[in-house]
C-alpha cells in the first residue's frame, strides 16, 4: 500500500511537471531539488489542514464516503502480479482476477456518488451523478474490450494472462487485438474523470465536482483514490 501511495503521490508531481512545460514555465520548483519533495509538502499540508463540514450535510456519510472510494482503489491491487519471473509478487492470485478488479472499482462510484449527495450542495450533487453515470457507462466497454483478452490467455487470472504474454513484446495481445485495445485506453481515461472525459469535476461549470465540499483528509481520500485508480487501469 505504501508503495502504491509513493506512486499515486509522484504521479501528481509528474503531471504537474509535464503541464508546466506545455504552459512554458517551471512547476514545482521550492521544495527539494527541482521541487521533488513537493508531493510529501502538500501531504503534510493536507493532514494539518482544519477539516469541515457543511451545515446541514450529512454527516455520517459525508465522512464515510472518501473512505468508500479509496478503499477499492487500494485493494483492486491485491490481484494484480508485479516483478518478472515464475513467482512474481502478488498479495492474492485468485483464478477470476480481473472480475474482481471490474466489481471492487465499480464500487468506488457508490463513494463518490454519496459523497455529492451528503455534502449538501447542489453541484457537488451534480458531480457525483455524472462521475456514477461516467464510471457506470465506460465498464461495459471496458468488460468488452477484456473478453478478446479472456479469450487469448484461456483465463482469468492476471497472472496466467501475464505469463501467456511473456517473451517479447510481440507475444503481447495488442496487436491481435488492437481495436480493443484502443477502446480499453479511451474508456480508462473516461473512467478515472481525466480530461477531456472530466465532466464530473469541469471546473467551469461545477467547481471542483463531487467533493467541493471536502478539505483536509477527506479531500486527499478522494484525490488518492482518483490516482490510485488511474495506476490500477494501466496495470
Given at each position: ?19 508546466s512545460f506545455m504552459q512554458d514555465r517551471l512547476g514545482p ?161 473516461a473512467e478515472t474523470n481525466r480530461l477531456p472525459f472530466d ?37
Amino acid at each position: 500500500m505504501g508503495v502504491i501511495l509513493l506512486h499515486v503521490a509522484y504521479l501528481t508531481y509528474a503531471e504537474r511537471k509535464i503541464l508546466s512545460f506545455m504552459q512554458d514555465r517551471l512547476g514545482p520548483m521550492e521544495v527539494g531539488p527541482y521541487g521533488l519533495l513537493q508531493p510529501i509538502a502538500d501531504g503534510i499540508k493536507l493532514f494539518f489542514k482544519e477539516d469541515i463540514v457543511p451545515a446541514g450535510a450529512n454527516k455520517v456519510i459525508f465522512t464515510m464516503a472518501p473512505i468508500l472510494a479509496f478503499v477499492p482503489a487500494m485493494i483492486g491491487f491485491a490481484v494484480v502480479p508485479f516483478g518478472a519471473g515464475e513467482k512474481p509478487w502478488i498479495i492474492s492470485d485468485i483464478n477470476v482476477g480481473i472480475l474482481y478488479v471490474l466489481a471492487v472499482t465499480s464500487i468506488g462510484a457508490y463513494g463518490i456518488i454519496l459523497g455529492g449527495w451528503a455534502s449538501n450542495n447542489k453541484y457537488s450533487l451534480l458531480g457525483g451523478l455524472r462521475a456514477a453515470a461516467q464510471v457506470i457507462s465506460y465498464e461495459l466497454n471496458i468488460g468488452l474490450a477484456i473478453v478478446g483478452v479472456i479469450l487469448l490467455s484461456g483465463s482469468l487470472s492476471l497472472v496466467k494472462i501475464t505469463e501467456a504474454q511473456a517473451g517479447g513484446f510481440w507475444h503481447w495481445y495488442i496487436w491481435p487485438q488492437f481495436v480493443a485495445f484502443v477502446i480499453y485506453s479511451i474508456s480508462a481515461v473516461a473512467e478515472t474523470n481525466r480530461l477531456p472525459f472530466d465532466l464530473p469535476e469541469a471546473e467551469s461549470e461545477l467547481v471542483a465536482g463531487f467533493f467541493t465540499e471536502y478539505s483536509g483528509m477527506r479531500f486527499s481520500f478522494f484525490f488518492m483514490a482518483e490516482y490510485a485508480n488511474m495506476i490500477l487501469v494501466s496495470c
